[in-house]
């Protein structure tokens, strides 16, 4: 395990070469360069976990050097191995390595191709310094690194300048976040004097260290906006819509397997803190679950594919929140690791369909696409069946009802009805987007795509791990978190029966509606409240028009007052001063000899003055 460091080392390597070329570089030695330093990243990790397993899954602390060193502030570089951190370690390296086998096909010909995979093996080593820091400083200066590389990627097509909006929109949005969580890590050191995980834990367990501290309340509050901004839950979640402007596999990057799961492992690193609080636990189980019926609502109104997954992600991050809301961390986790899964599978699935389609993300201009693409059409429904949890087959069905179980072994009752209705609106949102593309009759012109290798491997393995294989694959986690939070599983068949009727019934609801024509969908949509609906879930149910209003248009007129104030005068006068000044001083040096010699004249004539007058 001495060598973690190099799973960061790998991949930053990789950028510095490929930074360093500046695109001179042939595509394909730009992708080997990718290749192997993420490749040897999967391999060290490998090597890692096994050596963490056979050691009876002991936490390991590699300390490296020490950063900074003020008074009583001690941050050492130091990188942790434990459960939790193992688990993000080989689902980010794993599954993002298979993502840059697939993008090597995809961006092939792309402009820019050496400067993406720089900027994606940016993202993997900032993603990897989050995941193995052992305290919130270093963790956090990977927590800014993955969002300044979510800037670049989504803004990765940077002459639109639409794109640009978009990936600004995002870098500001999650920067809300980051603000809260480092006034968080303030506030902690300012009560602990400490900032590494093991340490604050070791206080946690004194009982009376943290009685009677009004402050801590507020710490975790803090983190938990941080952990909404970067996992876009309600209310910070209206950026991650339009980050699908980005390369396609940027999207199972950020969706699947690194930026927005963040959150969830910072609340899960915490949860010491929360579990002290559990009023602000609870709103961490709420946020989740009010994410997860408004995603799933507005996916379901969605024209374009990469939205509806996008809200998809939004609504399965809504999971995980819940669960961590009630006390479900193994389960959480767990549901983390299955949809990185299915989630990537289901992006670079619609990559090939977006590649074949001419570019063409809107689902009503597809249809009939399963005799054209049959093996693409095989992959959707794997990872759409594992999206919706369909019963017994799926790795996601496994995940999603071990949440609901600990929900209702737990007593909140509520927060699992919530957690049925999304399941509902999962397979109807899900079955409306295979259906839609795949049948009917065929409405674009196919363009033959020309697969190899590099597109088949990441398809099949991602489709294996999806399936109820990927089950198997259980995270290591039972020493991180207390035995108080294992599950009592009472109710365990009860809700797999009720959960697998419900993601039948939505099946078999959504083929009704998209199967062909239906009066009953044309008179919902043609009605003032369907239309009313329509529109108002299809823009994200106005968010982003309210912040407009509150915040952006707040800020300009707020603005446009100040810009007349006396103070930004009397700035303005002394600049203007200045800088007459300094045009007359120009003035006088102009070189001739007569005016120097006036100029000394007029000098000694003044002098004499003074001292006439003295």
């Known amino acids: 395990m001495n060598l973690l460091y190099f799973t960061i080392l790998c991949p930053f390597m990789g950028f510095l070469c490929l930074s360093c070329s500046s695109g001179r570089v042939s595509e394909t ?11 040897l990243t999967v391999l060290i990790t490998v090597y ?34 434990d459960g939790l951190s193992l688990i993000l370690l080989s ?34 080593a900032s993603m990897l310094v989050l995941i193995l820091a052992d305290n919130l400083v270093l963790m956090y200066l990977g927590w800014e690194g993955v969002g300044l590389c979510s800037y670049l990627l989504i803004g990765f097509y940077y002459t639109n300048p639409e794109y640009g909006a978009a990936a600004l929109k ?18 902690l050191y300012s009560i602990t004097h400490t900032l590494n995980f093991n340490n604050i834990g070791e206080l946690v367990s004194e009982d009376s260290y943290f009685k009677n501290l009004y402050m801590l309340p507020w710490i975790t509050l803090m983190l938990l906006v941080g952990a909404v ?93 819940l669960a961590l809301g009630v006390q479900a961390w193994q389960p959480a986790i767990f549901h983390l ?7 990537a599978l289901l992006f670079l699935s619609a990559a090939s369909l977006i590649i074949a389609c001419n570019h063409e993300q809107n689902m009503f201009k597809m249809g009939g696409l399963r005799f054209r693409t049959p093996l693409v059409y095989s992959f959707f429904i794997i990872g759409g069946a594992s999206l919706m949890a369909f019963p017994l087959i799926t790795s996601g069905f496994f995940s999603k009802e071990r949440i609901l179980v600990a929900a209702l072994d ?56 999806s399936s109820v294989i990927g089950v198997l694959v259980f ?84 603005a446009r007052i100040l810009s007349g104030d006396p103070l930004a005068m009397a700035v303005n006068s002394l600049a203007y001063i200045v800088h007459s000044s300094s045009k007359g001083l120009i003035m006088s040096e102009s070189g001739y000899v007569r005016w120097h010699l006036a100029v000394m004249s007029g000098g000694a004539v003044f002098l004499l003055a003074l001292i006439i007058v003295r």
């Open 29 to 39: 030695f730009s992708s080997v360069i990718s290749f192997m330093s993420i490749g």
């Open 48 to 81: 890692i976990g096994y050596d963490f397993l056979r050691s009876n899954q002991e936490a390991f602390n590699q300390t490296l050097w020490t950063w900074i060193d003020i008074e009583m502030l001690r941050v050492d570089v130091s990188l942790m191995l």
């Open 91 to 124: 689902v980010v390296t794993g599954v993002g390595f298979l993502i840059h086998v697939f993008a090597s096909w995809y961006m092939r010909g792309a402009e820019g191709y050496s400067r993406f995979f720089a900027y994606t093996n940016l993202f993997i």
């Open 170 to 187: 995002a870098f500001i949005l999650t920067r809300v976040g980051d603000v809260c969580l480092f006034i968080a890590i303030l506030m």
């Open 229 to 321: 901004g970067k996992s876009a839950q309600l209310p910070l979640q209206t950026w991650l819509a339009d980050a699908m402007v980005g390369p396609t596999p940027v999207s199972a990057l950020i969706h699947a397997a690194t930026m927005v799961t963040a959150g969830v492992y910072l609340i899960a690193r915490t949860h010491v803190l929360f579990l002290l609080t559990p009023k602000i636990l609870y709103l961490v189980g709420i946020i989740g679950a009010m994410t997860i019926l408004l995603a799933g609502l507005s996916a379901l109104v969605q024209t374009d594919i990469k939205r509806v997954l996008a809200y998809s992600t939004m609504s399965q991050i809504g999971y995980m929140f």
């Open 337 to 343: 690791m299955t949809h990185a899964f299915f989630k």
């Open 410 to 465: 737990n007593g909140y009752v509520m927060l699992m009805f919530v957690g049925l209705i999304g399941s509902l609106v999962t397979s109807l949102y899900t079955c409306r987007m295979i259906f839609l593309v795949f049948h009917g009759e065929l409405k674009i012109l196919y363009a033959q795509i020309s697969p190899n290798f590099m597109y088949y491997i990441p398809l099949v393995i991602l489709s294996l791990l």
């Open 475 to 558: 995270p290591p986690i039972k020493t991180v978190f207390p035995s108080s939070s294992m599950l009592i599983n009472n109710h365990l068949f009860f809700l797999q029966i009720t959960s697998s009727v419900i993601v039948i019934t939505g099946c078999v609801i959504s083929a009704l509606l998209w199967l062909g024509p239906s009066l009953y969908l044309q008179n919902i949509t043609q009605s003032k409240l369907g239309r009313f609906l329509r529109i108002w879930w299809l823009s994200g149910w106005g968010f982003d028009w309210l912040y407009d209003r509150v915040f952006t248009q707040t800020y300009l007129k707020v």
